[in-house]
């Protein structure tokens, strides 16, 4: 019995003392994780970020557009009469000069024609010979019945030989009129033969021909295309209504063309339709490009970037210090933390670790962004130019958070970043 007694009382023991080591074990492991958060609020890392200072230039706003180019001058050759083409004096691609013979149609019929035509004109002419050989006759007949003796002539000899001189002027007049007549005829014929022959209208670029020899075109056959060769070519495009008092017929503006170099290209207004076009509310306008060596073709589209407003100053930040946000856009503004509050004992630490001056602490600023550019993107309200910005790393800050500035890609250390090594320790200028 008293050995049970002693057993019982030597396991209650052996468990007290169980009992007694994890309570000691539990109070030590509580003070080592009070002992950390202590030191873990004693020591905040740095985000190392990229910063820059917002800075002020002149934007001028550009609108994107596509332009299509038109020749000066262009035509669709066709013939006006039908007939089969005797013979073609130009090629596909070819340039033809002002006036030069690009197809001719068989005239063999109208050659015959306008032979015909020609004789009548002389057979015509013969004839108004001959009538003024009977008006001269006539005149002088009158006149030597006027010089004989009253007595020898009747009244009547010289009433006929009046009516005789008349008559013979009227023959006259209505064969000079069969004359002009029949030079009518051979004008007409002449012109329905050089109907049969298309002549080129000005110095020009042929296109694909649509025609050879033998081949019968019916009236108004479309067989060839002429663009004009010239050093400028037109370019249409279309600006946006609210844009439309800007231009003007005069106006020269630097628009940016690929095909004709990579510089800014000048581009003057010729021409501004009179209304805007229903279906998109723009307006057409008509520009004239230098074109030297030829690169633009008609039909083509190009694409230009024209100005539509004067240039004007605005603040620019990089587009990594941006944060584009559901209720409103905004920046983290880097700035040396007030040397005031709680947030100063624990700069002070910080600092310290970095040498002389205030920690420089991130925080978020809601701004009002323009367009992006390629220089970055414009903020029209809420910063103001020199102010410096969180760029690259700016995804990692949150409101209130210790900065650590790092140089960018291929450039010196950032103002206010300190001087010697960073390492790991937070804080800086």
Not at 30 to 39: C, G, K, P, T, V
Not at 403 to 412: C, I, L
Request: charged share 25%; glycine share 10%; with cysteine.
């Amino acid at each position: 019995m008293q050995g049970r007694i002693r057993r019982v009382l030597a396991l209650g023991a052996l468990f007290g003392g169980l009992a007694l080591v994890a309570g000691g074990l539990a109070l030590f492991k509580r003070r080592a994780l009070a002992a950390a958060d202590a030191q873990a609020g004693a020591y905040e890392p740095a985000e190392a970020v990229e910063v820059v200072a917002a800075r002020e230039a002149a934007w001028t706003p550009m609108a994107d557009l596509v332009g299509t180019v038109f020749s000066r001058r262009a035509v669709q050759l066709s013939n006006e009469v039908p007939g089969r083409v005797r013979a073609v004096h130009v090629a596909s691609g070819q340039v033809v000069e002002e006036g030069a013979v690009v197809l001719e149609l068989d005239d063999a019929v109208v050659r015959a024609e306008e032979g015909a035509a020609a004789a009548q004109v002389e057979v015509a002419a013969a004839a108004v010979g001959a009538g003024e050989a009977r008006l001269r006759l006539a005149e002088v007949s009158l006149r030597r019945l006027e010089r004989l003796a009253r007595d020898v002539t009747t009244e009547l000899d010289l009433d006929r030989a009046r009516a005789e001189l008349e008559q013979a002027k009227a023959d006259r007049a209505r064969l000079e009129a069969e004359v002009r007549l029949a030079r009518a005829r051979a004008a007409e014929v002449a012109a329905r033969r050089a109907q049969r022959t298309v002549r080129a209208p000005f110095r020009a670029r042929a296109g694909i021909l649509g025609a050879h020899e033998g081949q019968f075109l019916p009236e108004g056959t479309a067989f060839l295309r002429l663009e004009e060769l010239t050093d400028r070519v037109f370019l249409d495009f279309a600006i946006p209504q609210d844009h439309a008092d800007k231009a003007r017929p005069g106006l020269v503006i630097q628009g940016e063309c690929p095909l004709l170099g990579p510089g800014p290209t000048p581009i003057e207004v010729v021409a501004v339709d009179a209304a805007v076009a229903d279906a998109t509310r723009n307006l057409r306008v008509r520009a004239e490009v230098r074109d030297p060596d030829g690169r633009l073709r008609a039909g083509m589209f190009v694409p230009i970037r024209v100005p539509i407003d004067a240039p004007r100053t605005h603040v620019f930040v990089p587009a990594t210090a941006v944060l584009r946000q559901p209720h409103a856009d905004a920046v983290f503004v880097v700035a040396p933390e007030a040397p005031a509050g709680g947030g100063a004992a624990a700069g002070g630490a910080a600092g310290g670790a970095a040498g002389e001056g205030a920690p420089l602490r991130a925080r978020t600023r809601f701004v009002r962004l323009g367009p992006a550019t390629d220089d970055g993107v414009i903020v029209l309200e809420g910063l103001a130019a020199g102010e410096q910005v969180a760029a690259t790393g700016a995804f990692k800050l949150r409101d209130g958070a210790l900065v650590r500035p790092v140089a960018p890609a291929g450039a010196g250390a950032p103002a206010g970043a300190p001087e010697g090594p960073a390492g790991d320790a937070p804080g800086g200028r």
